[in-house]
């Protein structure tokens, strides 16, 4: 029986804001879980360059569902499956937020700052259209408060749900594809190996 165990990343399998940023009982029981034979993966919100960044080269994730599920790829980043939001709809939703919260696109494989870039691995652009059209899986929304961030999440739920999809996390908001997000890909991962039997821990 093919087995496999996805991994939410912040909070879950990495603590940003502690000494020990992997717990070392963590590491163990992943790398031994590997060692019988199973597929390990991490399910984020983050783009799969910040995974890799942080954790690639000691984890070594068999796969990685990234952007909340719009993009998954496998340990060495090459794409395995993926779903965009059309252009016009991120314009939009870029455009009507601006100025309410701190916002990243995720495309392409990259993360996209309108403003001055937080951090390293992102860049800066100035203009809509620098992004790569076809390939614009996600954007991330930080405002100022939780109440904030769920007004804007049923605003985009309201105004764009038939082409978009919100999923809130305290002060952030993800936006994707309709019908995209961690479960889905899941679901498309255990397609994609063959796995007869997948464990997420969050």
């Known amino acids: 029986m093919k087995k496999a165990l996805a991994s939410d990343f912040d909070n879950t399998l990495y603590f940003m804001n502690t000494e020990e940023r992997f717990r070392a009982q963590d590491v163990f029981e992943i790398l031994f879980f590997r060692k019988e034979g199973g597929l390990f ?14 954790a690639g080269s000691f984890l070594h994730p068999d796969f990685i569902i990234s952007v909340s599920g719009a993009l998954i790829v496998d340990g060495e980043g090459k794409v395995l499956d993926s779903r965009s939001l059309a ?39 100035r203009d809509f259209e620098e992004l790569p059209q076809d390939a614009i899986y996600g954007i991330s929304m930080r405002f100022v408060g939780e109440k904030e961030a769920e007004e804007a999440a049923a605003r985009i739920k309201e105004k764009y749900g038939a082409e978009a999809a919100p999923y809130q996390n305290v002060r952030h908001v993800d936006v994707v594809a309709a019908g995209c997000s961690k479960g889905t890909g899941m679901c498309k991962v255990r397609e994609i190996f063959g796995i007869d039997q997948i464990g997420r821990a969050h």
């Open 87 to 125: 252009p016009e709809t991120a314009r939009a939703i870029l455009k009507e937020f601006d100025g309410e919260a701190t916002m990243v696109v995720h495309a392409g494989g990259n993360v996209y700052s309108f403003a001055e870039k937080e951090y390293p691995l992102q860049i800066a652009i």
């Open 41 to 54: 993966g991490i399910c984020t919100g983050r783009s799969p360059d910040s995974i890799l960044d942080i």
